[in-house]
């Protein structure tokens, strides 16, 4: 089966009972049994045939095992973070998603489970991070908002060798592109809210495992805390996921456009995007991924110019998330990533006038023109 027949013919069959084309929706907490024990679905939290059709097709997706749908992203990585005890050390790419960076510093410290972010691109630097107790290596690629990329394959190499897990956030590149697990990760986690989903109006997360006994213990987490999808969120997953292959095909087209323009406008200085072939890991990136995605940064001089921008564009509207049919334009040192003082932001390369956008599925056309008369 190929990408795009995948997302339509992936994962459960069509309802059984009357051939719906469509998953039912099954609005039910508790199933009747048959007698006691005997019964294919007992309680909701535990399992609903609906959130059934979304698991089995992002596990099919990014082919794993098992797949589980979770209320958000973030209860997503909690539910992977609740694999880990007190004394465990974790590894995580130094520009994680903010909700992640708050989540393993405020929460998991609580726990008394230790964190430690590296540029996780630079492989002698995951390396060197690795300690004793390290459980878990955490990764995105590309990141946010400056598109660093990381070699799956090899880092996958390292975990192994070190026996550590590596949990890979494939929110950004979606599985239409990138497949983690075919490239040696464990753990896939995603924030269906973006691109899966697509279109605005969802807040999802999905978890994939590589394995049979992994699998095991997430469902027994997912059951044991409860932060599951609901049904009719599920559903709507379900139906967001269908053409993801189309929009990230469409998206991609209108990317290129956009950073073809951006990169001779004179108003504009460093592009951020993993197809420039001045990008540092663009081979790599090439290599594990059959797309750069919709996401690009880009500065202009001052935070003044930025600001200026933000407010003049009319199709790219000002708003956090990504990812979906409208293109987003933010700017992280303001937004996304406020929360992290100026002079670490520096460091990381976040520089006051770094507009992040994503590119949505409008005509191209307008998205440039727009821009346009945005920067003049
Ligand atoms: C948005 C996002 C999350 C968190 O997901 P929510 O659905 O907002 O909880 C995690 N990782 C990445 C890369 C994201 O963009």
Sequence with gaps: MRKKTRLIHGGADIDKNVGAMSPPIYQASTFKQN???????????TGNPTRDAVETL??????GKRGFAFASGMAAIAAVMDLFQAGDHILLTDDVYGGTFRYMTKILNRRNIDV?????????????????????IFIETPTNPLLKITDIKELANIAKEKNVLLIADNTFNTPYWQNPIDLGANIVVHSATKYLGGHSDLVAGLVVVDDEKLGEEIHFIQNASGGVLAPNDSWLLVRG?????????????????????LVDHPKVGKVYYPGLPEHPNRDIHAKQSGGFGGMVSFTVESEEKALDVLNKV???SLAESLGAVESLISLPAKMTHASIPRERRLELGI???LIRIS??????????????????
């Design 314 to 316: 009319r199709y790219f």
């Design 58 to 63: 992002i596990a099919d997706l990014e082919k």
């Design 241 to 261: 996921i269908r053409t993801l292959g189309i929009r990230m095909e469409e998206i991609e087209s209108n990317t290129q456009k956009i950073v073809e323009y």
């Design 35 to 45: 007698g006691v024990g005997n019964f294919t679905y007992e309680y909701a939290r």
């Design 359 to 376: 590119v949505g599925l409008e005509d191209v056309e307008d998205l440039i023109e727009d821009l346009d008369q945005a920067l003049q």
């Design 116 to 136: 430690d972010f590296v540029d996780s691109s630079d492989l002698d630097k995951v390396r060197e991070g690795i300690r004793e107790e390290t459980k878990a």
């Design 351 to 353: 520089e006051d006038g």
